[in-house]
């Protein structure tokens, strides 16, 4: 039975880091001398100074990066890595104007893989409505081993830079920030507060992710048995056509993570929301409980909404159990929003209640 500890991501020493180094975050806050604002469940961080109300967040594309490299497929990677900043800032704070700066490291740039990761971003920004306003490009070959680098250079000239440049299928790696800004006078409505707006007797409701997102990747490379030091055998599984599917496996892979701030906008504009979380890393199981109360359960009936075949494919393949499943991936669900009203008319799945308990998250089999 495969899990992800097992595929190398302990999210549970991920957690003790966190409560570890909070004492030197802290220490910090002193230089801030504005509001921190509290109890939107960790997705990004509020903040108000002056007018102005300010979310920001950050984040990367982790190892689906292993992915578009190996496949040489570099037009989307960008929408994904803005995709998982814009949500976590729009599921706490709906921006009245947005920016995003991006963090793109190679072992050695080519100008050509480099415009097409550029071109993917832009595009994400259009996406969230946000203007991408700068960011580094770093050349690390050190961490990178560009040493390695499976080309000939004798062929090589100093002009011919427009030439793709063909890394080990691991040799790149991409991340970003997002900012939003709203006004001051915007708090109430712009700024979401799960911890003290949900109630017990409220909705559960899930909108449709468009695959896995960007989440889950190296236990995908575990089911599948994807190595990268046999860049063939890599190549030949990505390339297989699984089952039923229309596409082969990297394709379905590398599907964008689906940006859902209009679609937050709207719901919101339309009905009464007592919070949202983004389903990242964790997945439903441990994205779901950061928005509760410590007086609430979420109970979800995982039957409740249209199982996607990708994740059935990781399950059996891989021989995860479903509760394995539900700590690792979206399992179909992308964004979550909790709400008095019935939200199925806007496109959303019923999953579940709030119930009385103590900030957990229930399924029901």
């Not at 990367?60 to 190996?70: D, E, H, M, R, T």
Request: aromatic letters at 10%; one cysteine or more; glycine letters at 10%.
């Amino acid at each position: 039975m495969s899990t992800y500890k097992e595929a190398g991501v302990d999210v549970k020493l991920a957690d003790a880091f966190v409560e570890r180094i909070k004492p030197h975050v802290k220490s910090t806050h002193k230089y801030w001398d504005g509001e921190m604002i509290n109890g939107l469940g960790g997705f990004a961080a509020v903040l108000k100074w002056g007018n102005n109300i300010t979310g920001i967040s950050t984040d990367g594309v982790g190892s689906k990066a292993c992915i578009a490299a190996a496949l040489d497929d570099l037009t989307t990677i960008g929408i994904d890595v803005v995709a998982m900043n814009a949500n976590d800032v729009c599921v706490v704070m709906q921006p009245e104007r947005s920016i995003f700066v991006d963090y793109y490291a190679v072992g050695r740039l080519s100008l050509h893989d480099g415009e097409r990761v550029i071109q993917g971003i832009a595009q994400g920004c259009t996406l969230a409505n946000a203007a991408l306003v700068g960011g580094e490009t770093a050349e690390m070959p050190l961490v990178f081993g560009s040493h390695k680098l499976r080309f000939d250079s004798s062929k090589r000239v100093a002009e011919d830079i427009e030439t793709p440049i063909r890394y080990l299928m691991h040799e790149f790696d991409l991340a970003g920030t997002f900012v939003g800004f709203a006004h001051a006078d915007a708090t109430d409505s712009a700024v979401m507060k799960p911890h003290f707006t949900i109630k017990k007797g409220m909705g559960i409701f899930g909108f449709r992710s468009s695959g896995l997102h960007s989440n889950g990747y190296s236990l995908v490379h575990r089911v599948f048995g994807i190595d990268y030091n046999e860049p063939n055998q890599a190549l030949k599984i990505l390339r297989t056509h699984y089952g039923d599917f229309d596409r082969p496996l990297g394709d379905i892979l590398l599907t964008p993570t689906t940006i859902y701030c209009d679609k937050i906008r709207l719901t919101r504009n339309a009905y009464s929301v007592a919070g949202f979380a983004h389903i990242t890393g964790g997945g439903l199981a441990r994205n779901i409980p950061r928005i509760l109360p410590r007086n609430c359960d979420a109970r979800v009936h995982p039957d409740r909404w249209p199982h996607q075949p990708i994740f059935d494919l990781i399950a059996k393949t891989g021989n995860v159990s479903q509760s394995e499943m539900l700590r690792a991936f979206n399992c179909g669900i992308g964004l979550v929003a909790v709400s008095k009203q019935d939200l199925t008319p806007a496109g959303y799945y019923y999953m579940g209640d709030i119930v009385p308990g103590d900030g957990k998250v229930e399924f029901v089999r």
